[in-house]
Structure formats: structure tokens, C-alpha cells
């Protein structure tokens, strides 16, 4: 069964850091496009960043609200894409989606204390 599986997730104070990790089981995983997407409540979901694979050589995209602060990446060999979050703020609480074209994660929350 294909899926994919975040973690990392926790409550982490303003200016703070977490890395989010996503355990892939799918097909394709090497040539496939990997995305992070994010849920705030009552909120709709927003795309927070991108990696090609890799045809594309790995090229990275991001939402101008973390450019800069968060980093996309990816180890093909063991199926894992990675979020590190760096300087943190309130708003970027929420739940953390991995995304592989249409399959999700379940989601990892985040929280950051003001």
C-alpha cells in the first residue's frame, strides 16, 4: 500500500526550529515532484514548498511567506522528503502536509508560542 507518513511535528516557542520528515512507500518516489502543504485552522490549505525530482535536478520552490526560513529536501535513496523550519513564527502554525502528485499524509501539527 502506497503512503505517505509525516513527523516532527511539535510545539516549539517564536524564533524557534523544527524539522519535519515524511516516510515514503510510493511508487516512483525519485522522478516524482514532493510538496509540503500546511493547514492553519480555519484555514484552507496553502503550498509551502517544492523539490522536482529527479529530472528535474532537484529544484526547489517555496511560498514567499517562508522563503528564506524554510528548507526543502529530499534523500531519494531512503524514500524521505524533509522540512527544516527555521525562525519560526505564530503564523506558521498548523498542520503539516507531505504531498506525492495525488497521495497525503496524514499530517503533522505544528505549533509556535508567541
Known amino acids: 500500500q502506497e503512503q505517505l507518513v509525516e513527523s516532527g511535528g511539535g510545539v516549539v516557542q517564536t524564533g524557534g526550529s523544527l524539522r519535519l520528515s515524511c516516510a515514503a512507500s510510493?511508487?516512483?518516489?525519485?522522478?516524482?515532484?514532493l510538496n509540503w502543504y500546511r493547514q492553519a485552522p480555519g484555514k484552507e490549505r496553502e503550498w509551502v514548498a517544492g523539490?522536482?525530482?529527479?529530472?528535474?535536478?532537484?529544484?526547489?520552490t517555496y511560498a514567499e511567506s517562508v522563503k528564506g526560513r524554510f528548507t526543502i529536501s529530499r534523500d531519494n535513496a531512503k524514500k524521505m522528503v524533509y522540512l527544516q523550519m527555521n525562525s519560526l513564527k505564530p503564523e506558521d502554525t498548523g498542520v503539516y502536509y507531505c504531498?506525492?502528485?495525488?497521495?497525503w499524509g496524514q499530517g503533522t501539527q505544528v505549533t509556535v508560542s508567541s
Open positions: 504531498n506525492q502528485v495525488d497521495m
Open positions: 510510493t511508487m516512483f518516489f525519485s522522478i516524482s515532484a
Open positions: 523539490i522536482n525530482g529527479i529530472h528535474g535536478s532537484g529544484d526547489t
